[in-house]
């Protein structure tokens, strides 16, 4: 075996399940609510069975918002369990180059930016920058290829979903882990759990750390244990986006509304949601779409 191949074999995640070992955090850092359009999982429920399953902290990153993150933490404080659950502020930005993750943000950074300028503005909040889900071609709002290799030769990505929970194929998991040690860039698994079944499919064993400098301090220490969800966990988001559009028009509550960024949300309300073409859905006798994954 070549130095090269070595090296690749070491990069290459591998699905793993069971105990974590005894270091004290067990965190996931891209979890939605029904902050996100496509979610419907409300705080208090988010948080029980985030306990239940071991998490301690967690990021909150709700599509093109911070404030779904901030009704999570603060409900956490109300409840009193602020010493068992930390909630880092997080959002998943649409920028015109693809998604991108902020952690640790103080507030929204808004939609269509490119990917260059909102790493700068998540990096001016003292934040720290994910790439999630980056060569899933199932979803296109993954980051382009471009602007991902500009933003890594440029030093500006702090970590890179090399596992993602939601990805349908292992070999676009495999890629990511890649492109990541290409890089010399920390990796982590992620859940993107839009659903109380999704939470804790993704766990990161860290060190403890408690501000942005000293997650990036640990991230080369991290142990992931992970799991990929169904392929058909993608059916739930469309139909979070459907019930919260009938809410909205019935004049119930939805926390969508008002916090879509500076797009107003009766635009947004009328893009169209479409189903699925086949060319869109992982070949199920593809051997890398074993539906044995939980």
């Given at each position: 075996m070549t130095a090269a191949s070595a090296a690749a074999s070491r990069a290459r995640p591998r699905e793993r399940t069971g105990?974590?070992?005894?270091?004290?955090?067990c965190a996931d850092f891209h979890i939605h609510t029904r902050f996100s359009r496509d979610s419907i999982l409300s705080e208090e429920k988010f948080i029980?069975?985030?306990?239940?399953?071991?998490?301690?902290?967690?990021?909150?990153?709700?599509?093109?918002?911070?404030?779904g993150a901030i009704a999570v933490r603060d409900k956490v404080a109300e409840l009193g369990l602020g010493d068992q659950l930390i909630v880092i502020l997080g959002e998943e930005v649409?920028?015109?180059?693809?998604?991108?993750?902020?952690?640790?943000l103080e507030h929204t950074i808004p939609r269509g930016l490119s990917a260059d300028e909102t790493t700068d503005a998540i990096h001016a909040q003292g934040g720290l920058v994910s790439i999630p889900h980056p060569f899933d071609p199932f979803r296109q709002s993954h980051i382009r290829p471009g602007p991902l290799v500009a933003l890594a030769q440029a030093g500006k990505i702090d970590t890179v979903e090399v596992f993602n929970s939601r990805v349908s194929l292992q070999r676009h998991n495999l890629?990511?882990?890649?492109?990541?040690?290409?890089?010399?860039?920390?990796?982590?698994?992620?859940?993107?759990?839009?659903?109380s079944f999704e939470i804790a499919m993704s766990c990161n064993v860290l060190p403890q750390f408690a501000t942005a400098r000293e997650l990036k301090a640990v991230l080369p220490q991290n142990e992931w244990h992970a799991s990929r969800s169904t392929v058909f966990i993608?059916?739930?988001?469309?139909?979070?986006v459907w019930s919260n559009l009938l809410r909205k028009r019935l004049g119930r509550e939805t926390a969508t509304a008002p916090v879509l960024g500076p797009e107003a949300p009766a635009r947004v309300e009328q893009e169209p949601i479409?189903?699925?073409?086949?060319?869109?859905?992982?070949?199920?006798?593809?051997?890398?779409?074993?539906a044995d994954r939980g």
């Open positions: 105990g974590i070992n005894s270091r004290p955090v029980r069975v985030a306990l239940e399953r071991g998490l301690t902290h967690v990021a909150v990153t709700n599509h093109n918002n911070v404030e649409s920028t015109s180059d693809g998604e991108i993750v902020g952690l640790f890629r990511a882990a890649e492109f990541a040690a290409e890089h010399g860039i920390p990796g982590i698994a992620a859940s993107d759990s839009h659903s993608h059916l739930t988001t469309r139909w979070a479409h189903a699925p073409q086949p060319a869109e859905l992982p070949n199920p006798d593809d051997p890398d779409a074993s």
